[in-house]
């Protein structure tokens, strides 16, 4: 089949991209999207705010969720069990809030002050293109905090 | 991994699952080996918790559990009585992902491990 004439080129009503139509022999019509235009539309979605791990955002939800939960409280051994899960929880809501399309993994670590020690490591076999991880140390009089937040992409 | 074609396989086989007690025997026996007449010392904890971290995540790669992203924590402390509380949650595919852990404790550290395995579809 051979185009007879270009008919129209520009946007449709159909598809709202510019398009292509030929007008072939035998009353056939074909109209063509160019693939540049098709790609145009996934444009919101595959941008990199919506896809890759941003540390700098995911640490100030940890220190935010901190703050509100623990604040200044003096560490209680009754309360501590309250506070990690509150701590925990309050990140994870904020995080899907994100709206972004990953797997989270958040820990929390509230550690009196007393002089002892504490030494935490990460290791992980995952793709260092879209994965990420951020940790947060934050402390006050009477304890250390230390938050963890894992990224995995789907 | 990513280099892979896509299988799109949206869940792995059962028997391919991550299996929580298979990664809690290799925990248990590695940190055992390492630590068992352990100090806490300052100076070489650092290296000890990141060494013991990678001989863990090569354990479990040996595993093969095919398409799986793992992540391994190690938190080592000093005992001075002193309170802890650790704590995690995920977001995630419960059918498809898991956790394994394990606590060793001496006289004069506690050790925790968490391993972390999530499917990647």
Redesign the interface.
Same mark, same amino acid.
């Given at each position: 089949m051979v185009p007879i004439k270009n008919v129209f080129t520009g946007e449709d009503l159909i598809c709202p991209r510019r398009v292509h139509l030929f007008y072939f022999e035998d009353n056939f019509i074909v109209i063509l999207v160019p693939v540049s235009e098709t790609l145009a539309t996934m444009d919101d979605f595959m941008s990199e705010d919506k896809t890759t791990f941003i540390v700098e955002e995911v640490s100030k939800i940890i220190k935010d969720s901190v703050e509100t939960v623990i604040g200044e409280n003096s560490y209680k051994h009754g309360r501590v069990n309250q506070w990690t899960t509150s701590v925990v929880e309050q990140c994870l809501i904020q995080l899907s809030k994100l709206d972004k399309p990953f797997k989270f993994i958040v820990n929390c670590i509230i550690m009196q002050k007393n002089g002892a020690g504490l030494q935490t490591a990460s290791t992980c076999f995952w793709d260092n293109t879209t994965d990420g991880s951020c940790t947060v140390r934050w402390e006050n009089d009477t304890m250390y905090v230390i938050i963890s937040v894992f990224g995995l992409a789907i | 991994?990513?280099e892979e074609s896509d299988t799109y396989h949206i869940r792995p086989n059962h028997r391919l699952k991550f299996k929580p007690a298979v990664v809690k025997r290799y925990i248990h026996d590695i940190v055992r080996e390492r630590l068992s007449d352990m100090q806490?010392d300052?100076e070489t904890?650092?290296e000890?918790?990141?060494s013991?971290? #990678?001989s863990i995540?090569d354990k479990?790669?040996t595993a093969e559990f095919d398409r799986y992203?793992?992540?391994?924590?190690?938190?080592?402390? #000093?005992?001075?009585?002193?309170?802890?509380?650790?704590?995690?949650?995920?977001?995630?595919?419960a059918d498809t992902?898991n956790y394994a852990d394990d606590v060793f404790m001496n006289d004069s550290l506690f050790c925790v491990v968490?391993v972390?395995g999530?499917y990647?579809?």
């Open positions: - | 991994m990513v806490y300052p904890v650092a000890l918790t990141r013991l971290a #990678e995540k479990v790669k992203k793992i992540v391994v924590q190690v938190l080592i402390g #000093e005992q001075r009585g002193q309170g802890v509380k650790m704590s995690a949650r995920c977001l995630w595919d992902d968490t972390f999530s990647y579809y």
